[in-house]
C-alpha cells in the first residue's frame, strides 16, 4: 500500500486496487464504514455521491389516460 496523507489522528493508504485504507493512529486499529467515508471526505481524497433527480409525479391528466388504456374494449 502507498502512504498517501498523514493527520494527527489518521493514516491514510491507497490500495494497488485504487480504494483507499483509513488507520487510526491511536488504537493502531482499521477504520471502516461510514467513519471511513467521512475521513475521505474531509481529506478530499473521494466525492460525496451525486443526488438523484427526483422522478417527476404523474399528473392529474396522465392518470385519467392510464385508467383509460387499462380498461378492455367492447
Do not use: C, F
Not at 482499521?30 to 409525479?57: C, F, H, M, R
Amino acid at each position: 500500500m502507498e502512504h498517501v496523507k498523514k493527520t494527527d489522528t489518521h493514516r491514510i493508504y491507497k490500495k494497488r486496487s485504487g480504494r483507499h485504507a483509513v488507520k487510526d493512529m491511536k488504537t493502531k486499529r482499521w477504520v471502516n464504514g461510514d467513519d471511513k467515508a467521512a475521513i475521505l471526505l474531509a481529506e478530499g481524497l473521494i466525492e460525496p455521491p451525486k443526488q438523484k433527480a427526483p422522478e417527476p409525479e404523474p399528473t392529474a391528466e396522465a392518470e385519467a389516460g392510464n385508467a383509460d388504456a387499462e380498461q378492455p374494449a367492447e
